[in-house]
C-alpha cells in the first residue's frame, strides 16, 4: 500500500506556530521535537511521508541544512525511518506496544485517557449475563441489530426523557466509536461536508474524515460550573439574557454563527456533543438547543447527537430531557410541537431536525464493555444495518446481556461516577490553584476534564516537557482539526484518581515553568503513540 503523502502546507498547518514559543534549543531540534510530537499524538499518522527537505524547507522558509537536521534527529530517536521509494515516513520506536499494555506502566502518569475503572455494578451484571448465555447458544450469534430486550430497554431509557422511542428505531453497536463509524459509511459519500465542533473528539472527526468528508467547524468554549436560569436541564452556562440576547454564547456555543455555518456550507450532517462536552464540559442550554435544532431543519442537516459523556455530572443528576424533545423546539418558538419538518435531502421523513443520538455504556459503566448504540429514524437504522457487514457482525452476546441488567442500573451508576468525580475536581482544583499559577482551569459541574487555558500559547511544548516529568498528556491542537489551534489549552481529566492527581499537577507545575520560561525542553527520548479516549 502506497504511505500516505502529506503535502508541505498541511504539515505547516499541523506545525502551527511553533517558532513563537522556542526555547533554548537550535532550530532544527525545535523543529525535530515538534514533529515528534505530532507523530506521539497521532496528528501524524504512522507510515505518512514526510515532504522533502527542500519542499518542506521552502514552505517553513528555513534553510535545507536545518529540515535535514530534523529529519536527521528524528531517524536518531526513531521517529522517521527512510525507505527506499517511500521517502522519509513518520515512525516509532522499539518494539510494538501490546494492546493489553497500558502506555501508563512505563512510569508515566497517563493524562491522556478520560475515562473511569469499572462501576461496581459491572462484575454482578456480567455474572449474571454468563448465567443467561446458554439460552441463546443455539442460535448463530451474529446478530447486526442487537438483542431485541436490550434495544426495547435503549428505548425507554429515550423515552422517559421526553423522546418517544421505539425498539425498531434502536441499533446496538460496538461502543459510540463504532456507531460513529457506521453513520459516516451510510450518510457520508465522498466529498460532502460534515460540521465538527471546535475542540471536538478527535476519534470522531478521524472517522468523518476516513468516510472521506471534508470538516467545517463551529466553536465551543468552556462554560463550565455556572447556572442557567433559561434551561430547566442540566446544562451549564449563562442565561441567556446575560449573554445580551445572543442566543447561546454564554453556554459555550455561538447559536448565530452555528446557523450560519450551516447556511453557508450546508453539510450533509453535524457531530455534536451538547452535555457535558468532550473536551470543554460546557453544555448547551435549552434556548440554544432550540436554535440549532431550527438551523439543522432549514439547512437539511442531520444532527449526530453524542452523549456518552451526559451522565457525568457532580450533582448526581442525569442527563435531562433528550435533545430534540419538542420542549427544545418549543422554548424559542422555532418549532410547533404538531408541526412536522420539511424532508432533509434524499433521506426521507424524519423526526425534527432529523436528529440521531448516540449512546454507550463506556463512560458511565466501563469501557472495557464494547456497547453502544444508534437511536434514529428506522431510514437510518436501516442504512447502518445495511453497511455493518464491511465492519462487523454484531455486538458480542453475552455483552449485550450484561449491558441489558445495567440499563436498570442507570441511576445507581450517575450517583457513583458523581461521588467519583466529585473527589478528583476538588483536587484538581486545589492541586491547581497550588501548583499551576496563572492557569484558568474553570469550575467543573461534570464531564470527563476541565479545559484548562493556559498563559501563553505553549501546549506542544509542555506536552513535551511534561514527558520529561513523568506525565502523559495530549497538547491541545489534538482537539482541533486545522493544525495549531488549541496551543493555549490542555486538557486535564478527573477521570483519574486523586493519588495520581497529587503526582501529576506538581510535575505539570515544573513542565510548564521550563515549557513557558523557553529554558528548552531537550530530547524526550523513546516514547509511544497517545491514544485518546
Not at 1 to 17: D, E, K
Not at 106 to 132: I, K, N, Q
Not at 152 to 159: C, Q
Request: charged share 20%.
Amino acid at each position: 500500500m502506497n504511505p500516505l503523502r502529506l503535502s508541505p502546507a498541511s504539515l505547516s498547518r499541523a506545525l502551527g506556530a511553533w517558532r513563537e514559543s522556542l526555547g533554548g534549543e537550535p532550530l532544527h531540534r525545535e523543529l525535530a521535537e515538534r514533529l515528534r510530537l505530532l507523530i506521539l499524538d497521532g496528528r501524524l499518522p504512522l507510515g505518512s511521508r514526510l515532504p522533502s527537505e527542500r519542499a518542506l524547507a521552502e514552505e517553513l522558509g528555513l534553510s535545507r541544512t536545518t529540515v535535514a537536521s530534523a529529519y536527521d534527529a528524528l531517524r536518531g530517536s526513531g521517529h522517521a525511518a527512510s525507505r527506499q521509494g517511500s521517502g522519509t515516513v513518520a515512525t516509532l520506536p522499539g518494539p510494538a506496544l501490546h494492546p493489553s499494555k497500558p502506555v501508563a506502566t512505563e512510569g508515566l502518569v497517563d493524562l491522556s485517557r478520560a475515562s473511569l475503572p469499572a462501576s461496581l455494578l459491572v462484575p454482578p451484571a456480567l455474572r449474571t449475563a454468563a448465567e443467561e448465555l446458554p439460552a441463546f447458544l443455539s442460535g448463530t450469534g451474529y446478530d447486526l441489530r442487537g438483542l431485541p430486550h436490550l434495544r426495547a430497554k435503549i428505548a425507554r431509557h429515550y423515552s422517559d426523557r421526553g423522546l418517544p422511542t421505539r425498539p425498531e428505531q434502536v441499533m446496538v453497536t460496538l461502543g459510540a466509536q463504532h456507531a460513529i463509524h457506521l453513520l459516516a459509511s451510510a450518510l457520508l459519500r465522498p466529498g460532502d461536508r460534515a460540521l465538527v465542533e471546535a475542540p471536538t473528539y478527535p476519534h470522531a472527526a478521524d472517522a468523518l474524515r476516513g468516510a472521506g468528508a471534508r470538516l467545517v467547524t463551529t466553536p465551543v468554549v468552556s462554560a463550565a460550573g455556572r447556572s442557567l436560569p433559561d434551561d430547566g436541564g442540566p446544562g451549564t452556562g449563562a442565561s441567556v439574557a446575560a449573554a445580551g440576547g445572543r442566543v447561546g454564547g454564554a453556554d459555550g456555543w455561538d447559536a448565530e454563527q452555528f446557523g450560519a455555518t450551516l447556511r453557508r456550507a450546508q453539510p450533509t450532517l453535524a457531530y455534536l456533543m451538547p452535555v457535558r462536552h468532550n473536551p470543554t464540559g460546557s453544555s448547551m442550554s435549552r434556548a440554544t438547543r432550540a436554535a440549532v435544532l431550527a438551523a439543522a431543519r432549514d439547512a437539511g442537516t442531520v444532527l449526530i447527537v453524542d452523549e456518552t459523556t451526559a451522565s457525568l455530572d457532580l450533582t448526581g443528576v442525569g442527563p435531562g430531557p433528550a435533545f430534540g424533545d419538542d420542549v427544545d423546539a418549543a422554548a424559542a418558538g422555532v418549532l410547533r410541537a404538531s408541526e412536522t419538518p420539511a424532508p432533509p435531502r434524499g433521506l426521507g421523513r424524519r423526526s425534527a431536525a432529523s436528529v440521531v443520538h448516540l449512546g454507550s455504556l463506556g463512560k458511565l459503566f466501563w469501557g472495557g464493555l464494547r456497547v453502544g448504540w444508534i437511536r434514529a429514524e428506522p431510514e437510518i437504522v436501516e442504512r447502518c444495518i445495511a453497511a455493518r457487514p464491511a465492519h462487523d457482525l454484531g455486538t458480542p452476546v453475552v455483552e449485550q446481556l450484561a449491558a441489558a441488567h445495567l440499563m436498570d442500573e442507570w441511576e445507581q451508576a450517575v450517583g457513583e461516577r458523581a461521588d467519583q468525580l466529585r473527589a478528583s475536581a476538588a483536587a484538581l482544583t486545589r492541586l491547581g490553584r497550588e501548583h499551576l499559577p496563572g492557569w484558568d482551569i474553570p469550575p467543573l459541574g461534570g464531564g470527563l476534564a476541565a479545559w484548562a487555558r493556559l498563559p501563553e500559547a505553549a501546549s506542544s511544548a509542555l506536552a513535551i516537557a511534561a514527558r520529561e516529568h513523568g506525565v502523559l498528556i495530549p497538547a491541545g491542537p489534538w482537539f482541533g482539526v486545522d493544525g495549531g489551534a488549541f496551543e493555549r489549552f490542555v486538557r486535564l481529566p478527573i477521570t483519574v484518581g486523586v493519588a495520581e492527581l497529587e503526582v501529576a499537577l506538581p510535575a505539570l507545575g515544573a513542565a510548564w515553568a521550563e515549557a513557558s520560561g523557553h529554558l528548552g525542553t531537550g530530547p524526550a527520548g523513546p516514547g509511544r503513540a497517545v491514544e485518546l479516549v
